[in-house]
Nanobody, 120 residues
Framework: VQLEESGGGSVQAGGSLRLSCAAS????????VGWLRQAAGKEREGVAT???????SYTDSVRGRFTISKDDAKNTLYLQMNSLKPEDTGTYYC???????????????RGQGTQVTVSS
């Protein structure tokens, strides 16, 4: 399984970024997939997940600002991040696993991550 994230960068507070994750040797439709993040000095946490039936979940701190989506035909996962805050800064990982586990920061597979930096 290979997961490759892209779209990270540096933005000012209030800005937006869109992360993408391309998967190979894995078919999205069979798994819960999502995004994790890890800030410096903190444990990895789940940000958002999208299940096989299309239902999505978000951690409280991003609900209403972030939107997770996927394109099964392209085997690609997205995370649209709006109204970014400095506390959203961290390395964002595309991940595959059980939805409940993903929201605790655990995954069966995980990409290398992409850095998101939000300045105030």
């Amino acid at each position: 399984v290979q997961l490759e994230e892209s779209g990270g960068g540096s933005v000012q507070a209030g800005g937006s970024l869109r992360l993408s994750c391309a998967a190979s040797r894995l078919t999205w439709t069979y798994y819960c997939v999502g995004w994790l993040r890890q800030a410096a000095g903190k444990e990895r946490e789940g940000v958002a997940t999208i299940d096989t039936d299309g239902s999505s979940s978000y951690t409280d701190s991003v609900r209403g600002r972030f939107t997770i989506s996927k394109d099964d035909a392209k085997n690609t996962l997205y995370l649209q991040m709006n109204s970014l805050k400095p506390e959203d800064t961290g390395t964002y990982y595309c991940a595959v696993g059980q939805c409940r586990s993903l929201m605790t920061g655990w995954s069966n597979y995980r990409g290398q991550g992409t850095q998101v930096t939000v300045s105030s």
